[in-house]
């Protein structure tokens, strides 16, 4: 999806199903640590702890319509921004920096 080139990754998600599959028990409990130490300091600045948000893969048939819509709403369009990785595909293939090195 050539739409998605140097756009800013703001959002990490996490499938709750990959979570319990791939997780052991000590992992699942410093990802509830590390989520709820989150919440807990954005209210602490006066934002809403939690935020719920609709997530669609780049894959479904209709996320071009949906980067269409968030267009024309102007909530889509390229950043530069230093510290964030550039995403490149190669057809339908997303590919990531190999190193740290490369994401500055």
């Known amino acids: 999806m050539s739409e998605l080139v140097g756009m800013k990754v703001k959002?990490?998600?996490i499938k709750n199903e990959d979570a319990e599959n791939y997780l052991d028990e000590r992992d699942k409990?410093?990802?509830?640590?590390i989520l709820w130490k989150i919440q807990e300091m954005r209210h602490q600045n006066g934002k809403p702890a939690l935020n719920t948000y609709l997530v669609v893969n780049i894959d479904?048939?209709?996320a071009t319509d949906i980067v269409r819509i968030m267009q024309a709403n102007n909530h889509w369009g390229p950043v530069n921004d230093p510290n964030q990785a550039e995403l490149k595909f190669?057809?339908?293939m997303l590919i990531l920096p190999e190193t740290e090195e490369a994401i500055k």
């Open 11 to 13: 959002f990490t998600v």
């Open 29 to 33: 409990s410093e990802l509830s640590r």
């Open 60 to 62: 479904e048939p209709y």
């Open 90 to 92: 190669d057809g339908d």
